[in-house]
């Protein structure tokens, strides 16, 4: 029953074991999970005190289903486009045979007449027929082949697609109105090109054939009715009450791994999976051409796959083997210790066999010899006189046998044979004696001498190509670098860029670059620092002519900080001098002193936000906690560092609000995947979202980094943007220091900023700085040390942020300049932020949160049916597709919602 009954069959000839290809173990997956990159990411670590009680979530109709693995679930339909996940009920079951049986009892206990029909198309799935009939239920009866029902009344009918066991595509057959159940177990991919998005009332998918987890027994539907899903749900929960959430929990991380492995083509799964298998298939239509009409193999059409971008054929999970003789074909193959699954099971004829495609590597070379083994006993054996039935000799005159070993490949197939060392391959029916060769169990010679010239003009070419690689190509850059992603430099700049070039006007609204866009440098920065690139100015007498005084005299303190003017490096942390500025800086904002020692001059905050997730991240199990919708920046570094980036995500219908009960959860499913989650990241004002974080929120977040020991990485880059007078900005140090103890002892904090931003905008001028609160000496000496790699920040951009933090006074002669200049740039970008946001709003089908600070507005824009399905037509994601309309028609780059990684469906 149910495919099992051959587990126990042995073979006593040990040349000779048994293969099992009856049963549909997918081992053949095995080296892709076992690699390098998969090995880490992979690991489960569930704590003992975990997952004890039944439930994961009462309010859903699946009250068994973690929460974690349906949002896996549906974010890998999404990236592969095979299933309508949208108004859905999932229902999570231990594998989709259960399912099944839970679909066909939701089905049946719901209709008004009873025993229902089953029914599906032959060849059919063999275990359709054992569930529907095991348990002899009162509710259902198995009433066979699709295509030859004709009883009245109301019936069920089972569709897989592609079907199990010939591979090919199914549609229903008897539609005479009654229920239909849809297995797409094998419509992935690897098997089949997935030519639309599936949408029926029940879908079935397993787990067991997607990756090859066949031991964790998870499988998933997707169902319209709620009564239906409820059904399902109540025999699943008499059945086995549940679901393992160990099982979930690791096929969510397996789920996310092959959604994340959709986007890198050279760790693609779906890659790997289709090469694997359409080689075993080109191997085994090898074999069958070569038996001439002894066996034969179901042809599939050629159809453009959405998700690889080509045409392509189905290569499916089971093999559909024929033979043109009149003969029992899975009898013949036991007798060569080949397990298979006769066609008579599927409701066919004897002379089929359903063969596992997805066995391990030496079952299936051994399966094509044996293959041609039978062949060659029913049509060849007479025509070689020089060979016996188990053991082909060859004699030799010489007593010395020197042997060595051939690695020969056609079609992918890969044979070892042994031959003499100086003879090279005999002339089958010839009489030359000269060397002596020994076959167990086939003989391969006949296929050698053909294969043998174009094996070797494989391997010159092979060569040709390895001497023409270069040493650093694609395939060879290190896999964090493929993985980074940066979409504010991304797809639409780059188009962009490319438009600029054919004398398109362009608007590049994409990153926050106020010169760029017009806004004018203040003017007593530039005449100190002027003064300082070119000294011998100072020397001039007519200098107090051209500049202020107060900027000589800063122009003087700044060279005297420095050890031979701006062309030498400084201290790797940056000039003393101007650290203990910016801690002036610190103690004048927050009203508490800052030690110059904890204090580092960056090239802008986005190097010392690197520095110090460089120092945070051990590797790919260590996670941080990033806020989204995030500015790019970390989830680059993230990726370009190998962590792993856990998101928290902010409320859009709070203004972008924080909860911590989201980040306690965010923390818990991070953990539970073995993640460690080291550090938090906060936005203040926010990037891309603008809103400012309230001293109560920031008060929530320290007590949760305390009470989770993480360390707070605080981006206040946008400080002097702040838009609206009731939510001024709190730095996260003076916070974290009102608190008092313990939190102002141990809640270790890094706060960023940066010239770039505020009213200063000096993007290119690369300043920034980094000061660390609670730090351990040796951690400050390590982060020292790693800073002293670069040997010394910019140092004309140190001189920018000393004049940042240390601007001119009330009494300076350049004061009321610089005061009259810095507040006519606030007092725009006031303005234009109420533009921006009023403008947003009175748009259609467009909202947008008031932009309360930092330098950027979020909209939420409703895309209509039509632009979703030309984006899905194009190959794009929607917002992505808005963007390049936008910047075709208009000349205005933007950076679409899902570069900061915005939720599914939000075009922001």
Not at 824 to 853: H, Q
């Amino acid at each position: 029953m149910f495919g099992f009954e051959n587990m126990k069959i042995s073979s006593s000839d040990a040349a000779n074991p048994v293969i099992n290809l009856d049963q549909g173990d997918p081992t053949a997956f095995q080296e892709y999970w076992m690699s390098m990159t998969m090995k880490e990411r992979c690991v489960v670590v569930i704590p003992g005190w975990d997952l004890m009680s039944y439930f994961s979530d009462k309010t859903n109709v699946c009250w068994f289903l973690r929460q974690d693995l349906a949002e896996a679930i549906k974010a890998l339909h999404r990236a592969i486009g095979n299933a309508a996940t949208e108004e859905r009920y999932i229902v999570v079951g231990n594998g989709s045979s259960q399912l099944c049986q839970a679909a066909l009892f939701a089905l049946s206990s719901l209709s008004e007449d009873k025993p229902l029909s089953i029914v599906a198309a032959v060849p059919y799935y063999s275990t359709y027929e054992e569930e529907a009939s095991y348990v002899q239920s009162q509710l259902y009866k198995w009433e066979g082949d699709a295509r030859t029902f004709n009883k009245p009344g109301p019936y069920i009918e089972i569709v897989t697609s592609p079907n199990n066991p010939d591979g090919t595509i199914r549609e229903p057959v008897v539609n005479r109105g009654g229920k239909v159940i849809y297995d797409f177990a094998y419509y992935w991919p690897h098997y089949t090109p997935i030519t639309h998005r599936q949408d029926h009332d029940i879908m079935l998918f397993t787990f067991s054939k997607i990756a090859g987890h066949a031991g964790s027994r998870i499988g998933w539907a997707l169902v319209k009715d709620i009564e239906v899903a409820k059904k399902m749900v109540q025999y699943l929960t008499i059945n086995s009450i549940g679901v393992s959430k160990e099982s979930q929990i690791r096929a969510t991380v397996i789920l996310n791994e092959l959604t994340k492995s959709c986007r890198i083509k050279s760790e693609s799964f779906f890659e790997y999976g289709n090469e694997k298998v359409k080689t075993r298939w080109e191997s085994l239509r090898w074999v069958v051409d070569k038996t001439g009409d002894t066996f034969t193999l179901p042809d599939y059409p050629q159809a453009f796959c959405n998700f690889f971008g080509k045409s392509s054929s189905t290569y499916p999970a089971f093999a559909w083997l024929g033979c043109n003789e009149d003969k029992d074909l899975e009898s013949l193959l036991k007798e060569k210790y080949v397990l298979t699954r006769g066609g008579e099971r599927c409701g066919s004829d004897k002379k089929y066999v359903r063969v596992n495609m997805l066995g391990p590597n030496k079952d299936f070379e051994d399966f094509l010899n044996r293959l041609l083994t039978i062949n060659w006993a029913l049509r060849e054996v007479s025509s070689l006189e020089s060979f016996t039935a188990n053991s082909k000799v060859y004699n030799t005159a010489d007593s010395k046998v020197f042997t060595r070993s051939l690695l020969v490949k056609s079609a992918s197939l890969l044979i070892v044979v042994c031959f003499p060392f100086l003879g090279g391959v005999p002339e089958i029916g010839t009489t030359e004696q000269s060397h002596t060769l020994e076959f167990n169990t086939i003989p391969l010679l006949v296929f050698l001498r053909n294969v043998r010239d174009s094996s070797e003009s494989q391997d010159l070419s092979s060569k040709r190509e390895e001497k023409d690689q270069m040493a650093l190509e694609y395939e060879s850059l290190n896999e964090n670098v493929k993985k980074c992603q940066y979409a504010v430099r991304g797809e639409l700049y780059l188009r962009a860029s490319e438009l600029q070039k054919e004398g398109k006007k362009i608007i590049f609204t994409n990153v926050g670059n106020p010169h760029a866009l017009g806004q004018k440098p203040l003017t007593f920065p530039r005449q100190v620092v002027a003064l300082c690139q070119a000294p011998f100015l100072l020397d001039d007498p007519n200098v107090g002519m051209i500049f202020p005084a107060d900027a000589i005299a800063r122009a003087k303190h700044y060279l005297s900080l420095t050890s031979g003017g701006l062309g030498a490096y400084s201290d790797s942390r940056g000039l003393p001098g101007v650290r203990k500025e910016v801690a002036e800086f610190i103690q004048r904002r927050d009203g508490y002193p800052s030690d110059p020692e904890l204090i580092f001059l960056t090239d802008g905050a986005s190097k010392g936000v690197m520095q110090i997730l460089n120092c945070v991240i051990r590797g790919e199990r260590d996670g941080i906690l990033v806020p989204v919708p995030q500015y790019p920046l970390y989830s680059a570094t993230i990726s370009l560092l190998g962590g792993s980036l856990v998101p928290y995500y902010l409320d859009e219908s709070e203004n972008w609000g924080l909860d911590v009960n989201n980040l306690r959860q965010s923390v818990a499913q991070a953990r539970s995947q073995g993640i460690s989650v080291r550090a938090m990241v906060i936005i203040n004002p926010g990037n891309p979202t603008g809103q400012c974080l309230s001293e109560a929120n920031l008060r929530e977040i320290l007590r949760f980094c305390h009470s989770e020991k993480l360390v707070l990485l605080g981006d206040e880059v946008y400080q002097q943007n702040i838009y609206q007078d009731e939510r001024p900005f709190i730095s996260s140090k003076k916070v974290l220091m009102d608190m008092g103890s313990p939190f102002s002892k141990e809640v270790q904090l890094v706060s960023f900023h940066t010239v770039s931003k505020g009213y200063w905008g000096e993007c290119g001028q690369r300043g920034g700085y980094f000061e660390m609160t609670n730090f351990p000496p040796r951690v400050v000496e390590e982060i020292y040390k790693v800073a002293s790699i670069a040997l010394s920040p910019n140092v004309s951009a140190q001189i920018f942020m000393g004049l940042m933090v240390s601007p001119p006074k009330p009494g300076d002669i350049s004061y009321d300049q610089f005061a009259r200049e810095s507040k006519g740039i606030l007092e725009s970008l006031r303005r234009r932020a109420k533009i921006m946001t009023d403008g947003f709003n009175s748009c259609k089908n467009v909202v947008c949160n008031f932009t309360e600070g930092a330098m950027y507005s979020f909209p939420q824009i409703k895309l209509p049916p039509g632009a979703l399905q030309a984006a899905k037509q194009a190959g794009k994601v929607p917002d992505v597709f808005y963007c390049l309309k936008l910047l075709e028609a208009t000349g205005i780059s933007t950076v679409p919602g899902s570069g900061f990684g915005q939720k599914e469906g939000l075009c922001s």
